[in-house]
């Protein structure tokens, strides 16, 4: 008969699929609270999201999750206090007083194999090739930063751009581009998250188009300066999100193999920051769209399939 395993047990397969010593320096991953020594703690419930934020340790508490595990970590930065009267606080004690655990796992499940851009490859229905930066201690070649895809088929940009909006979670800021709607798609680098930091990579990859997150004025005007490269800007939240499935998916592998009586559920929680958006360009032209009425009236029809809403 499948056993509960321990809170130890779940968190060392966290940390084999995604190991600590893989993230960033300046990056804060692991068990951020929780009686990972203590044998009598059990784990039957798992919750993954993107971001540790009140709403979602209330969703833990509620849906009685004993561990909560997130991809943006709680404390980056460090911090001086854990009081009750900061949002951070709360979010602890929150999930202390509730017996919930916190495990994140950041820059580390960005590289690993699969990672966090190959959930979103796969969300937008892209055919993975290689790593955008390869990690140089990977001899396979298959770790690394950002993903180089291939589209099943060439598809004009608009189109491609109306595909991923489709396809990733629905969010105030939809799915920016910049370059000819009618250029031909067929290889795209993807990177979940905020990704103009890797143009030099994507140039010398020769894609025909970039897409990822937090797109800054400076970099995106330079980027086009420097080639056609078409450029797609999402929300920071709908390029990870995918990743909580992904994850899910690969913790619910160990239990099976473990025999574990464990079960995993994917939180639908929008933690995404921006609630609205008004476009600027007439209605007519390419990339106009919704009104700040119809951002804020979504219908069933609006709403993607399996993704968070």
Known sequence: MPAQPTLSEVIAALDTLWPRDRAEQWDAVGTVCGEVSDPQARVSRVLFAVDPVQQVADEAVAKGAELLVTHHPLYLRGTTTVAADTFKGRVVHTLIKNGVALHVAHTNADTADPGVSDALAGALGLRVLRPLVPDPTDPAGRRGLGRICELERPLA?????????????????????????????????????????????????????????????????????????????????????????????????????????????????????????????????????????????????????????
């Open 157 to 309: 940009l608009g189109d491609f751009v109306e595909q991923a909006a489709a396809s990733l979670p629905v969010t105030a800021q939809g799915i920016r581009a910049a370059g000819d709607p009618a250029a031909t798609i067929s290889t795209v680098a993807v990177c979940g998250g905020s990704g103009d930091s890797l143009f030099d990579a994507v140039r010398a990859a020769g894609v025909d188009a970039y897409l990822t997150a937090d797109l800054r004025h400076h970099p995106a005007s330079e980027a086009r300066e420097h080639s056609p490269l078409a450029l797609l800007d999402a929300a920071h939240f709908a390029t990870e999100w995918p990743w909580c499935e992904q994850a899910a998916a690969q913790l619910d592998a160990v239990a099976e193999r473990e025999g574990w009586d464990l079960r995993t559920e994917v939180s639908r929680t929008v933690t995404d920051p921006w609630t609205a958006h008004a476009p600027s360009l007439p209605q007519e032209t390419p990339f106009s769209g919704r009104s700040m009425a119809q951002q804020t009236a979504l219908t069933d029809n609006d709403l993607t399939p399996g993704a968070p809403n």
